[in-house]
């Protein structure tokens, strides 16, 4: 770790431009408020998530970031977490695993991206109902992808706010009951899942947090 911030001495400010956040917010915290100012949980969050961009210290942000919360106390408050469910389902899996498979393919200059989306011919096919992408969602990739049971197609968009995220979309069976969205933390990524119709959803962000990605599954929730 001093290594690499010996050779990157920008991010190495980064860090402790964080850490002096961290620290202000925990003399905010330790101030009694409660329930907590939403402000402070923003902050968290954008903490969080400064963390977690720094692709190239990815692996290191969860220890960087315990380390700091724990010495300034801040584990009792339990902001940053948002506990996956027991038992997650296997679809969640199929979706990293595609979120995996679209990673190694951009990173091939010999796999052009495919950003056609005909929303037509993908029900038509997998009988998949892609939701209604909001405004200013730009789609990057489109790859049909392998699921437990069918096949499914999972699509990169940009978001604003958000950057890159996944929407992987696989058939479901008509007479299935509905459950409800619902979004939390998993394999280092924050997870909506959501179904509608005849289809289930996973969206997957690297970087953000399932607050943030809930309000986005609800956007496309309401388009479907």
Known sequence: MADYFAAHPDRAADVLVDARHAEALRLALDAGQAPTPQALVAEARRLEGSFRRRRRIRRLAPVLLGAM???AGWLGHGLLRTAAPPGVPPVVEAALDAQAALDRRHAMLS???SAVLDVEE???ALGVEV????????????QVVAAPDRPAVAIAFDVPELGRVLLFSTARAADDTLDPLTAFEYADNAVAMFEQGHSAYVLLDTAGHPDQ????AT???RRG
């Open 111 to 113: 796999q052009a991206e």
């Open 213 to 216: 990605l809930r309000t986005s």
């Open 219 to 221: 956007l496309l929730l």
């Open 69 to 71: 919360l724990f010495g």
């Open 122 to 124: 993908i029900g038509a």
């Open 131 to 142: 939701p209604q992408i909001p405004a200013g969602w730009i789609v990057r990739d489109v």
